[in-house]
């Protein structure tokens, strides 16, 4: 084993059925979480161990050779005991530092979940056997209610440990899931302490994060509201249903008049299960009347906005619109599913999220 400053905290550990002379590998994971190797040292008398040197808080792994699967445990100044657990190195028992525990205690919150999850979804194969319609129905709407119990437990867990690398792992799997808007990301990163943010995980995380825009598909949309032909006040949030799609166009716009029809089947045969559409009108100042005859004409039978300020168009400018036709489709919840999706390729999307 490398020798280390004796100073620094350990890790002593205990291991059955494992030969004396079997190498022991530790890792630590670095930028784009990639494993890198720290030390080796071997089992002798069902036992381990390491020595660190003093460092912030590290994300590490053991390896045991001719073990399936490793141990993950958190590294930082306190000495570390692992109970290693030779059928399962997951199912190890690690103590030592807040860190470790705060880890337990996520791992567990995982498995709670899970353990609901499979078991609400065994009931609903055996609902299915029976053809029993109602039943599955009841299930399914359990199963959304605990995976956004999930989420919401991951999400206060994040926020009460902004200090430790623990809570931006379960940041990092919460952008994994995609169940919170992207742009969501940026508030719950920025209030993690620097020293966690100054990690491997924290600056990967914080990199990714710096990357989202504003209208990205995942983001949640960007609010706003304006007048519409009548000149009362439209709210997006008013406007919106199951699936809406926020179209920017002008009654000058050649393409937009030319994809306004196919707006208008979809919305035709979707309007009924929840499919509507905003127009945001990209026309010039002083000529509402040629705004409201293109509606008319084109027969868009949805709601309406513009401030009549042509590229100055406040919502245009929002949403980062340098060319029209635009369009962005957007969940009941205001996340962005898709963007500029035109012809039978928007028809697709609404499908898709809808159903036949």
């Known amino acids: 084993m490398a020798s280390c400053n004796s100073s620094g905290p350990t890790l002593e550990a205990t291991i059955d059925n494992v030969p004396d002379g079997t190498d022991v590998y530790l890792t630590h994971l670095g930028p784009q979480n990639v494993p890198i190797p720290a030390d080796t040292t071997q089992v002798q008398n069902n036992s ?15 390896k045991i050779e001719g073990v399936d699967g490793n141990i993950i445990f958190i590294k930082d100044n306190e000495n570390i005991k692992i109970e290693a657990n030779r059928e399962n190195l997951r199912e190890s ?22 353990e609901r999850g499979n078991e ?25 209610e605990i995976k956004e119990e999930a989420k919401q437990s991951t999400l206060e867990f994040i926020k009460k440990n902004n200090n430790s690398i623990v809570g931006m792992m379960a940041l990092s799997d919460v952008m994994n899931s995609k169940t919170v808007p992207l742009n969501n990301m940026r508030s719950l990163y920025d209030n993690f302490e620097d020293e966690v943010k ?34 009362n006040e439209l709210s997006l949030k008013d406007a919106m249903g199951k699936v809406t799609l926020i179209d920017f166009w002008a009654s000058w716009c050649r393409p937009c008049r030319v994809e306004n ?29 040629s705004w409201i005859k293109a509606i008319e004409d084109d027969n868009l039978e949805w709601n ?4 009549l300020k042509y590229w100055q168009e406040p919502i245009a400018q929002k949403y980062g619109v340098k060319a029209i ?18 012809g039978n390729d928007l028809r697709e999307k609404v499908e898709e999220v809808l159903g036949n």
């Open 304 to 307: 309406h906005i513009s401030n």
């Open 261 to 289: 029809p196919n707006i208008v089947s979809i919305y035709n045969d979707y309007k009924d299960k929840g499919f509507t559409v905003v127009g945001v009108s990209l026309d010039k100042p002083n000529n509402k009347d």
């Open 120 to 144: 609400l979804n065994k009931k609903r194969q055996e609902a299915l056997k029976r053809d029993d319609e109602i039943a599955v129905l009841d299930l399914e709407l359990d199963a959304e």
């Open 48 to 62: 381990f161990e390491f020595e660190f040197e003093k460092s912030n808080q590290q994300i590490n792994l053991i």
């Open 198 to 231: 100054d990690t491997p995980l924290g600056k990967m995380l914080g990199q990714n994060i710096a990357k989202i825009g504003a209208t990205d598909i995942g983001a949640e949309a960007p609010k706003f509201s304006g007048p519409n032909p009548q000149g």
């Open 93 to 114: 028992i690690v103590t030592g530092g807040k860190h470790n525990q705060l880890l337990n205690d996520y791992l567990d919150l995982i498995i709670k979940f899970s």
């Open 325 to 342: 036709p635009a369009a962005f489709l957007i969940d009941e919840k205001g996340i962005i599913i898709g963007k500029d999706l035109r």
